[in-house]
């Protein structure tokens, strides 16, 4: 495992890989913690934040193009877009069932099931793990 193959992809994929790590973490304690607290609350919109930046720092990355200058993938991130707003829309108007639902959706197919798919050969994160 090399750490080289990502610092040397350009800041847009640094910052949306790193981006993607500390969403990964933060989301997991956010499934573990308690619900609710002012804590909750500061862990998510760091949480979405971070999840927005990944999104749209997405569009920045093509190489593989299939619509233009983009893929499929980035449907993923304007469905991730979609998904935070509605999400934090949803705990402000007391939909806890719906806020849980929305942000559980985007945490295991946004950032779990897409952060799969950056493991394919040819792929930094690829080449980070497995090397060349």
């Known amino acids: 495992m090399s750490l080289a193959p990502l610092f040397q ?3 847009v994929i640094i910052a949306h ?3 993607a790590f500390v969403a990964l973490a ?3 304690l956010q499934l573990l913690l308690p619900k609710g607290s002012p804590t909750h609350r500061v862990c998510g919109y ?3 934040s971070l999840m927005a930046l990944v999104a749209l720092s997405s569009f920045w990355i093509n190489d593989i193009r299939h619509l233009g200058p983009f893929s499929a993938i980035h449907l993923l991130s304007v469905y991730t877009l979609a998904g935070v707003v509605s999400g934090v829309l949803a705990a ?3 939909d806890i069932i719906a806020h849980r ?3 559980r959706e985007i945490f295991w197919i946004a950032l779990i099931g ?3 798919f950056t ?3 040819g792929r930094v994160m690829h080449q980070v793990i497995f090397g060349q």
């Open 26 to 28: 933060l989301g997991v």
């Open 17 to 19: 890989a790193l981006g």
């Open 119 to 121: 493991l394919l050969p």
């Open 114 to 116: 897409a952060g799969a």
């Open 92 to 94: 402000r108007r007391g």
């Open 46 to 48: 760091i949480w979405v």
């Open 101 to 103: 639902k929305t942000m």
């Open 9 to 11: 992809s350009g800041i």
